[in-house]
């Protein structure tokens, strides 16, 4: 089984910054595409950023030039970079990760969600 753990979510004020973090572990052979969605109260989940293990990155169109993904390869680990935040960003985060588990085959794993809140 594949984990995944967030962290770096909180309160911050009309553009802040904060930096997210998604760290997987457990039985992982190789991993594809690590990814963030979002999902604000009443509406569907969204993609926010994602990038391919050859460093690819696409971004929603609502947040090209203010949010940046990176990943570190040696520690499974995934970061989202915001800077410039807006109220409207307000959301719970959720990482995604898709790759092959050493016994299952393919997996797709999502993270328990982190809270952003943006104030005006």
């Known amino acids: 089984q594949v984990q995944l753990v967030e962290s770096g979510g909180g309160l911050v004020q009309a553009g802040g910054s904060l930096r997210l973090s998604c760290a997987a572990s457990?039985?992982?052979?190789?991993?594809?595409?690590m990814g963030w969605y979002r999902q604000a109260p009443g509406k569907q989940r969204d993609l926010v950023a994602v990038?391919?293990?050859?460093?690819?990155?696409n971004y929603a169109d609502s947040v090209k030039g203010r949010f940046t993904i990176s990943r570190a390869n040696a520690k499974n680990t995934v970061y989202l970079q915001m800077n410039s935040l807006k109220p409207e960003d307000t959301a719970v985060y959720y990482c995604?990760?898709?790759?092959?588990?050493?016994?299952?085959?393919?997996?797709?794993?999502w993270g328990q969600g982190t809270q952003v809140t943006v104030s005006s």
């Open positions: 990038i391919t293990n050859s460093g690819s990155t």
């Open positions: 457990g039985s992982i052979f190789s991993i594809n595409a």
């Open positions: 995604n990760v898709q790759g092959l588990d050493i016994m299952l085959g393919q997996f797709v794993s």
